[in-house]
């Protein structure tokens, strides 16, 4: 199949690119990495007027440090953050789940702006985000928002992005020198889109929990932080038995829907186990 036709506009600017958003409104789509959005078009599950290729914008594939946060560049390449040392070390959460993202002509292409933008409730990159407490930084011809990762995915492909807004960086806290971190994952071809992922940040004191972050992807129309799950591990004594317990309320607390990969009781055992798994990795990393 072949996408209906479309008015092409490939801005040289961040501002030509506000500009352009602001004048095609709701008749736009914007084009980085072309992953998902090509594909839709060519099955005419969308068809937008207007396609604006952000590709020839300067500044927005950047990764560095800024303060205490790691800041990613929406155009930034899935290949680029899997095998970059900044993202290894100050975010290491996110290196290890691009362990499971993709294939590599699809990571070549595919952007982290993009892929958070299109907000599929399988994808690893909105667990990530919502884990380690990200910000995602939008601009449109009006101004610049700041949103708390937790307030930006609103559901199945949703996201609090307005009329004439784009995604122009992702903010990540740089990660504490003694947190533990895992994220695991189960599909049924390494690449493709999770049945269920967990994603784990630790910090332990003593032995004592102090912090605990807990997010799933693949289990409901977007990807969700297990706050009752963080509740029960911190204070507490990081144990077998406590992170047992913690798994099984993972698989309590899940209400997947069922798919022809997996139905919805199977996808709760997977809940249980990559938590645990998870759990476990994470622990043993903290420092």
Known sequence: ????????????????ALQALSYHANNAKILAGGQSLVPMMNLRMVHPAVIIDINRVPGLDGIHIDGKELVVGAL????????????????PLMSEAYQYVAHKPIRNRGTLGGNISHADPASEMPAVLLATDSTIVVQSAKGQR???AANFFLGLMQ???QTGEMVTEIRIPVAPTNQGWAFEE???????????????????????????????????ERATRLSALEVLLERQALDDGLIMRAALLAKNSVNPDSSYHADADF?????EALTE??????RARCK
């Open 1 to 16: 199949m072949k996408p209906a036709a479309f008015e092409y506009v490939r801005p040289g600017s961040l501002n030509e």
């Open 76 to 91: 930034a390449r899935h290949s680029t953050l899997r095998e970059s040392p900044i993202v290894a070390t100050h975010c």
């Open 146 to 148: 700041k949103i708390a």
């Open 159 to 161: 996201t609090a992005l």
């Open 186 to 220: 189960a599909a049924n071809r390494k690449g493709d889109f999770a049945m269920a992922a967990v994603g784990a940040t630790l910090t332990l004191s003593g032995g004592i929990c102090s912090q605990a972050a807990i997010a799933v992807a693949g289990m409901s």
């Open 267 to 271: 996808k709760r055992d997977l809940a």
């Open 277 to 282: 798994r998870a759990l476990k990795n994470a």
